[in-house]
């Protein structure tokens, strides 16, 4: 690291050597698929996925912090982050990252060469990745950072603007399972919004169109609030329940409305960049 913690810039390799990096694609690690490592904390999941929409409501300046840090507890990881590509990227300033928690908190706005990156492979490949990162990668960057155990790297995208979203372990070998993976996707799918709605706030803002920021917010609240009430009748029933409930079918049920608010980020993103209009085929 040049200059220190904060700050992950460092010099273009052009051989190919070994760069200290293991980045495997998922769908081709049956092991991972294989891994069962987690009981879910329904109570987390839902509060995790409140917090979020209450930041897309209310604060959108803050969603891809909230975003990094849902994804530390909602995982159990012990670094996540969501790095971007530079709109003035060069070489030695290619990936830019946007936000930080866990023990990498400390990495916020570092910058990462084009090569060697893990995010690149990721984007190229365009699917979640398993990724290890060894001293050797360290010492290349001239940065003093722990290294990466276990990882999960997912792609997301809006518009020209490319990026990723990722969680670390930094001692265990098996930190994650495929439930991860899911919940990681629908963070992805939210970070791809998160970005999306703080252009179209900055855009409505040089506009001076108060109203029309006022009413993208307002329709959001209203979209996303149906799937997180039913959410929240979910952990509701869970905690009422004499004998604890059936947890596998309360399982089931949550991640029925995960994947209902995930589809709902989709058709989010599917609104033309500078729209602020409702539409009127979302739930």
Known sequence: MAGGKGKMSGAVLNSAEDTGLE?????????FAERRLHVRDVAT???????LARAFVSNPDTILQELVNAAVDLCGADSAGISMEREDRTDE????????????????????????????ICL??????????????FDLMGVDAPTVTDGLLLPWQVDETR??????AHGRTEAFDADDC????????????????QRQQKILMEQASAAAAAAMAND???????????????????AEAKSGGDA?????????HIQRLSLLVGKLLALPSGAGRSDSSLP
Request: hydrophobic share 45%; with cysteine; charged share 15%.
């Open 45 to 51: 999941q839902i509060e995790g996925m409140h917090r």
């Open 163 to 168: 990026g990723t979203i990722w969680i670390m």
């Open 220 to 238: 959001l609240a209203h979209k996303i609030n149906n799937p997180l009430q039913s959410l929240t009748n979910v952990v509701y029933l869970a």
């Open 93 to 120: 300033n290619f990936y830019h990252w946007v936000a930080t928690a866990g023990e990498y908190s400390g990495f916020l706005n570092a910058t990462l060469p084009r090569y060697p990156s893990a995010c690149g």
């Open 124 to 137: 190229e490949r365009g699917q979640p990745q398993i990724f290890r990162v060894t001293q050797r990668f």
């Open 23 to 31: 980045v495997i694609d998922l769908h081709n690690d049956s092991s």
């Open 182 to 197: 899911r919940m990681m996707q629908v963070l992805a799918n939210f970070a791809a919004m998160g970005v999306r709605q």
């Open 248 to 256: 596998k079918a309360l399982a089931l049920d949550l991640s029925e």
